[in-house]
Every structure is written in C-alpha cells, then in structure tokens.
C-alpha cells in the first residue's frame, strides 16, 4: 500500500518557472527518495536524502527534508519541458527495507 | 481491491542456487516493473513487462536474471546461481494498460545470499 502523499496531485507551469512538490509520511524514517518516472518507462532515482541531513541539492534539484513534520519538498528551478514527468516520493524506514511510496505528482511544464 | 502482492517476503538461498521472485499485479493491471534496491541505494529499475512480452529489460544484467510476465498467474522474476551481490530488496510494481502514470508498488522481497 502507498503511504506517502505527494501534494499537489498534477501541477501544470511554464518553462523556466520553479515546480514545488511536496511530501509527508507517516513513520519514521532512515532517509527519503525522490524519483522520476517518464510516461512508459521505469522509476528513475533522482536525490536520496537521510534522516539526519535537511536539505540536499544535484543540478537543478534541491530537496529539503523536515522530520519534525514528516515532510520533504522537491524544488525544481528553471524548469524545462523535458521536466514533464511523475514525481514520486519514497519513504525508507530501513528495518526491513520496506520502501513506501506516494501516488505521486504529475508535472506537466509547457514550453 | 488487493494491492500488487509479492512473494516470499524474504528468501535466503545459497550461492550457486536459484531464487525465484512473485510478483502478482493488482486486478486489471497488464503492466509490470520489476526494480533492484540495494542496501542504501535507490530504486533502480530492472524490466519492464506486459502480459507475454518483455517491453524494456534495459536494466537487467546480461547473465543469469531473466522475467516473465505469462498470460496467466504472476509475473517472475528468475535469478540463477545466485551470488553475494544479488542480496537486495526486489520491488515490483503494476499499473493498468491506460493510465502509463500511476505505478502501484508490492512490499518488495528481501533476497539474502549466504
């Protein structure tokens, strides 16, 4: 079952504005995965951020993690149309490595 | 409506021996994702399968893993002589035939190689 939740559900912006998704979960956790999937194809992983760092950047991602509300946010700056993806958020809680996922955000960036 | 179910759970084989990984969609899904987590790793995306067809193994390795995805029953996920580095988490996830967004993931099967 999913147990993370990804707010807003779809999202819709122009190039070159910044997509904020968000992210909260339920349980603690050892870190927190955002990943990308392509109409069709696989996950892709993008950033994994750990329970004890806040805040974690690659390229134009910028992740920040606030375990005091069990929330990440996914930031993508200057966002171009190959952006247009599902954005999924992926909780590790790192017992058993069970991982949890959200539904997932729908980004659509219009060129 | 049952989630996507995989089995066993956890499976411990021995070097040299096979593991076979279940992976049963969620009613009315044809599509099927096979991914790898290693311990502190991400996803990594393995196979992707519709019913009889391999649509995209770009991710699997080139010897001993091989997936199926039958007409009927669950999809498998075959690994043969197994060795220490196939221990990790193997993750499916299904979604339906219409809907190329939305993945449903299986609690994953914890494989451990001794």
């Known amino acids: 079952s999913q147990q993370g939740e990804e707010d807003p559900q779809a999202l819709s912006i122009q190039e070159g504005e910044n997509a904020t998704m968000n992210c909260s979960y339920k349980?603690?956790?050892?870190?927190l995965q955002w990943y990308r999937q392509n109409s069709g194809r696989g996950l892709v992983h993008l950033i994994l951020?750990?329970?004890?760092?806040r805040e974690k950047h690659s390229g134009r991602l910028r992740v920040t993690l606030d375990t005091s509300k069990k929330s990440s946010s996914l930031l993508i700056t200057a966002s171009r149309a190959a952006d247009t993806a599902s954005y999924f958020c992926?909780?590790?809680?790192?017992?058993?490595?069970?991982?949890?996922f959200g539904a997932g955000t729908r980004l659509t960036v219009k060129p | 409506n049952a989630g996507v179910m995989q089995n066993p759970r956890h499976l411990v084989r021995r070097r040299g021996q096979e593991a076979r990984l279940r992976c049963s969609p969620m009613?009315?899904?044809?599509?099927v994702y096979w991914y790898r987590q290693l311990p502190e790793e991400g996803l990594k995306f393995m196979v992707y399968?519709?019913?009889?067809?391999?649509?995209?193994e770009s991710g699997m390795p080139k010897e001993r893993f091989s997936a199926e995805f039958p007409k009927e029953g669950p999809s498998i996920l075959r690994i043969q002589q197994v060795v220490r580095g196939d221990s990790a988490a193997y993750f499916c996830?299904?979604?339906?035939?219409?809907?190329?967004?939305?993945?449903?993931f299986g609690p994953g099967t914890r494989l451990t190689v001794t």
């Open positions: 951020i750990r329970s004890n760092e």
């Open positions: 399968l519709q019913k009889e067809n391999i649509i995209d």
């Open positions: 349980t603690s956790i050892n870190n």
């Open positions: 009613k009315g899904h044809s599509h």
């Open positions: 992926a909780t590790d809680a790192g017992n058993n490595n069970d991982m949890r």
């Open positions: 996830a299904s979604s339906p035939l219409s809907q190329d967004y939305e993945q449903y």
